[in-house]
Protein backbone atom coordinates (compact mmCIF):
# COMPACT_ATOMS: atom_id res chain seq x y z
CA UNK A 1 0.00 0.00 0.00
CA UNK A 2 1.85 3.45 -1.06
CA UNK A 3 1.59 6.54 1.45
CA UNK A 4 3.02 9.37 1.57
CA UNK A 5 4.42 10.77 5.11
CA UNK A 6 5.05 14.18 5.99
CA UNK A 7 7.35 15.77 8.30
CA UNK A 8 8.63 19.06 9.27
CA UNK A 9 6.09 21.68 9.81
CA UNK A 10 5.53 24.15 13.01
CA UNK A 11 5.80 27.67 14.48
CA UNK A 12 7.86 29.98 13.10
CA UNK A 13 8.42 33.55 13.61
CA UNK A 14 7.65 36.05 10.29
CA UNK A 15 11.20 35.62 8.63
CA UNK A 16 11.87 32.47 9.77
CA UNK A 17 12.46 28.98 7.78
CA UNK A 18 11.12 25.24 7.91
CA UNK A 19 12.02 22.37 5.53
CA UNK A 20 9.17 19.77 4.72
CA UNK A 21 10.09 16.31 3.67
CA UNK A 22 7.36 13.75 1.72
CA UNK A 23 8.57 10.40 1.69
CA UNK A 24 6.79 8.03 0.25
CA UNK A 25 6.37 4.21 0.92
CA UNK A 26 5.19 1.29 -1.03
CA UNK A 27 5.68 -1.08 -4.13
CA UNK A 28 6.55 2.13 -5.91
CA UNK A 29 7.64 1.87 -9.60
CA UNK A 30 7.97 5.12 -10.97
CA UNK A 31 7.17 8.96 -9.16
CA UNK A 32 5.54 10.65 -12.42
CA UNK A 33 4.96 13.58 -10.34
CA UNK A 34 5.32 15.36 -6.75
CA UNK A 35 5.00 18.28 -4.81
CA UNK A 36 3.28 20.46 -2.11
CA UNK A 37 -0.18 22.36 -1.48
CA UNK A 38 -1.61 24.15 1.32
CA UNK A 39 -4.40 24.91 2.66
CA UNK A 40 -5.15 27.86 4.95
CA UNK A 41 -8.42 28.27 7.23
CA UNK A 42 -11.23 28.99 4.82
CA UNK A 43 -9.69 29.01 1.44
CA UNK A 44 -9.24 26.33 -0.85
CA UNK A 45 -6.12 24.06 -1.20
CA UNK A 46 -3.64 25.23 -4.15
CA UNK A 47 -0.46 24.71 -5.09
CA UNK A 48 2.62 25.60 -3.84
CA UNK A 49 5.22 24.24 -5.60
CA UNK A 50 5.97 20.96 -7.55
CA UNK A 51 7.62 18.87 -9.77
CA UNK A 52 5.82 17.62 -13.57
CA UNK A 53 6.73 14.38 -14.72
CA UNK A 54 8.84 15.75 -17.03
CA UNK A 55 11.24 16.84 -14.28
CA UNK A 56 10.25 20.81 -14.34
CA UNK A 57 9.07 22.77 -11.43
CA UNK A 58 6.07 24.81 -10.94
CA UNK A 59 5.73 27.57 -7.81
CA UNK A 60 3.08 29.61 -6.77
CA UNK A 61 3.60 33.16 -7.67
CA UNK A 62 3.33 34.04 -3.87
CA UNK A 63 6.46 31.95 -2.83
CA UNK A 64 9.07 32.87 -6.07
CA UNK A 65 12.55 33.37 -4.64
CA UNK A 66 11.38 31.84 -1.08
CA UNK A 67 10.69 28.43 -1.28
CA UNK A 68 12.56 26.21 -2.95
CA UNK A 69 11.36 22.23 -3.93
CA UNK A 70 13.86 19.56 -4.30
CA UNK A 71 13.63 16.02 -4.62
CA UNK A 72 15.86 12.73 -4.08
CA UNK A 73 14.20 10.12 -5.83
CA UNK A 74 16.53 7.32 -4.79
CA UNK A 75 14.21 7.87 -1.53
CA UNK A 76 11.20 8.45 -3.15
CA UNK A 77 11.48 12.04 -0.84
CA UNK A 78 10.84 15.40 -1.84
CA UNK A 79 11.74 18.60 0.37
CA UNK A 80 10.21 21.97 0.44
CA UNK A 81 12.46 24.81 1.98
CA UNK A 82 10.48 27.85 3.11
CA UNK A 83 12.77 30.91 4.06
CA UNK A 84 11.40 34.56 4.93
CA UNK A 85 8.16 33.06 6.15
CA UNK A 86 5.17 35.41 5.98
CA UNK A 87 2.12 35.14 7.97
CA UNK A 88 -0.07 34.43 5.39
CA UNK A 89 2.09 31.43 4.29
CA UNK A 90 0.83 29.75 7.55
CA UNK A 91 -1.93 26.35 6.43
CA UNK A 92 -1.84 22.96 6.62
CA UNK A 93 1.01 21.58 3.50
CA UNK A 94 -0.35 18.73 1.87
CA UNK A 95 2.68 16.21 -0.21
CA UNK A 96 0.60 15.22 -3.37
CA UNK A 97 2.01 12.09 -5.92
CA UNK A 98 1.08 11.02 -8.77
CA UNK A 99 2.59 7.38 -8.68
CA UNK A 100 2.92 4.04 -10.76
CA UNK A 101 2.87 0.98 -8.09
CA UNK A 102 2.47 -2.50 -7.92
CA UNK A 103 -0.60 -3.31 -6.39
CA UNK A 104 0.43 -7.10 -5.89
CA UNK A 105 -1.83 -8.31 -8.81
CA UNK A 106 -1.78 -4.91 -11.15
CA UNK A 107 0.39 -1.79 -12.38
CA UNK A 108 -1.72 0.97 -11.14
CA UNK A 109 -0.88 5.15 -11.57
CA UNK A 110 -3.32 7.03 -8.80
CA UNK A 111 -2.97 10.06 -7.22
CA UNK A 112 -1.95 10.58 -3.52
CA UNK A 113 -1.91 12.39 -0.74
CA UNK A 114 -0.40 12.75 2.63
CA UNK A 115 -2.08 13.97 5.64
CA UNK A 116 -0.73 17.05 6.10
CA UNK A 117 1.56 18.97 8.48
CA UNK A 118 0.88 22.34 9.86
CA UNK A 119 2.77 25.39 8.96
CA UNK A 120 2.19 28.57 11.66
CA UNK A 121 3.54 31.72 10.79
CA UNK A 122 3.25 34.04 13.66
CA UNK A 123 5.35 36.06 15.94
Known amino acids: QVQLAESGGGLVQPGGSLRLACAAS????????MGWYRQAPGKQRELVAG???????NYADSVKGRFTISRDYTKNTVYLQMNNLKPEDTGVYYC?????????????????WGRGTQVTVSS
Open 96 to 112: NADLTHNSGIYIATNDY
Open 26 to 33: GSILRING
Open 51 to 57: FTAGGGT
